[in-house]
């Protein structure tokens, strides 16, 4: 992930959900889909929090032609500022977790790790447990 100096101010926390996509799109090799946009601070839950600025991001993503934006949920009440016309080309996709972020942005869901034989040693004994996925 490479956030340059430049002349671009760059501030606040709302490339949240953009980093995380693009880390799991950079670890898992999926692509993220050239179509998407997205906005919104994470939490370390991967809970999707609010944003400001978001009329003047979305007039932006209408501008260069991203088909696909994903706002935080809690932003919703916020598309009343948004003009019609913007609101008619674009696909505003509102979302609460990083679970649905993914499986918007990226060009095919991840899918879970699975570990293959996980054991532990208990009192002496080795338990092996069967293959299963991981939570988050």
Same mark, same amino acid.
């Given at each position: 992930?490479?956030?340059?100096? =430049?002349?671009?101010?760059?501030?606040?926390?709302? @490339?949240? +959900? @953009?980093?995380?996509? /693009?880390?799991?799109?950079?670890?898992?090799? +999926?692509?993220?889909?050239?179509?998407? /946009?997205?906005?919104?601070?994470?939490?370390?839950? =991967?809970?999707?929090?609010? +944003?400001?600025?978001?009329?003047?991001?979305?007039?932006? !993503?209408?501008? =260069?032609?991203? #088909?696909?934006?994903?706002? *935080?949920?809690?932003? #919703?009440?916020? %598309?009343?500022?948004? *003009?019609?016309?913007?609101?008619? &080309?674009?696909?505003? #996709?509102?979302? &609460?977790? +990083?679970?649905?972020?993914?499986?918007? !942005?990226? /060009?095919?869901?991840?899918?879970? #790790?699975?570990?293959?034989?996980?054991?532990?040693?208990? /009192?002496?004994?080795?338990?092996?447990?069967?293959?299963?996925? %991981? !939570?988050?």
């Amino acid at each position: 992930i490479h956030v340059p100096d =430049g002349a671009t101010p760059k501030d606040g926390p709302s @490339a949240g +959900i @953009a980093m995380c996509t /693009a880390l799991v799109s950079s670890l898992t090799g +999926i692509p993220v889909r050239a179509d998407v /946009a997205m906005t919104g601070e994470i939490t370390l839950r =991967g809970e999707v929090m609010p +944003i400001g600025g978001l009329k003047e991001k979305l007039l932006a !993503a209408h501008r =260069g032609g991203i #088909r696909i934006v994903l706002i *935080p949920e809690e932003n #919703r009440k916020d %598309l009343v500022e948004i *003009p019609q016309n913007v609101k008619d &080309k674009l696909d505003i #996709r509102p979302v &609460k977790w +990083i679970d649905q972020v993914l499986e918007l !942005a990226l /060009a095919e869901p991840p899918r879970p #790790r699975v570990e293959s034989v996980a054991s532990v040693e208990l /009192a002496g004994r080795v338990v092996v447990a069967p293959d299963v996925p %991981l !939570a988050h």
